[in-house]
């Protein structure tokens, strides 16, 4: 978990793509899915799990997010995804008018809630989904995450993964981004 916490906040661009088709017809929770080189390009000390962080769909508001990172233990996956669900407030997920595949779908991942585990049934794993929602609720609400809401990562245009990677003359590392100044990012380090 230490190595972990050196790679988070964890920054991800990519374009949203179809998924399992299973989040809002089966689990009631509509999911943004990434491609697999987005999936394949995060280093070894991002282990799979429940994430926390904020996402932004195009050039909509930023909303809070879950990311689920993994195999999926209940459906038995045999590729590794990265799913968001965005949401507004706890229970209130935000509802798209429309599906958007091929839109850019960036995130930051800054904390860790819980690894992934196999259910008993469906229900268990929908009440997992929603603890979930809320520990994330919880945890942006606090001053060292809700400032990531507004960081300039979300407002430039790239087409990369962008963790370590130089996007148009912006370099976003670990744990912040530098570009002359750092922004509403952490400065502490």
């Known amino acids: 978990m230490a190595a972990m916490g ?17 989040g809002s017809k ?15 390009q995060l280093p070894d000390e991002i282990t799979t799990g429940i994430y926390f ?6 050039n909509g508001p ?18 590794k995804s990265m799913e968001a669900y965005l949401f507004q407030e ?3 997920m935000h509802v ?9 779908l960036r995130v930051v991942m800054l904390g ?9 049934s469906l229900e268990e794993l929908i009440s997992a989904i929603h603890s979930d929602i809320a520990e994330s609720d919880r945890q942006l609400s606090l001053p060292e995450y809700e400032k990531y809401k507004d960081h300039s990562f979300f407002t430039e245009k790239s087409e990369t993964n962008c ?16 570009n002359g100044s750092t922004g509403p990012s952490d400065n502490s380090s």
């Open 163 to 178: 963790n370590g990677v130089v996007m148009n003359g912006i370099h976003v590392d670990n744990r912040k981004l530098v």
């Open 26 to 40: 089966e689990l009631g929770i509509p999911t943004a899915n990434f491609p697999e080189h987005v999936v394949e």
């Open 6 to 22: 050196k790679r988070l906040p964890y920054f991800a661009v990519g374009t949203v793509v179809k998924g399992f088709g299973r």
């Open 96 to 104: 798209f008018e429309d599906d958007f595949y091929g839109s850019e």
């Open 112 to 120: 860790y809630i819980r690894g992934e585990k196999n259910f008993k």
């Open 53 to 58: 962080g904020w996402a932004r769909v195009d």
């Open 62 to 79: 930023t909303f809070k997010m879950v990311m689920s990172i993994g195999w999926n233990p209940y459906y038995k996956n045999e590729r």
């Open 90 to 92: 706890t229970h209130i």
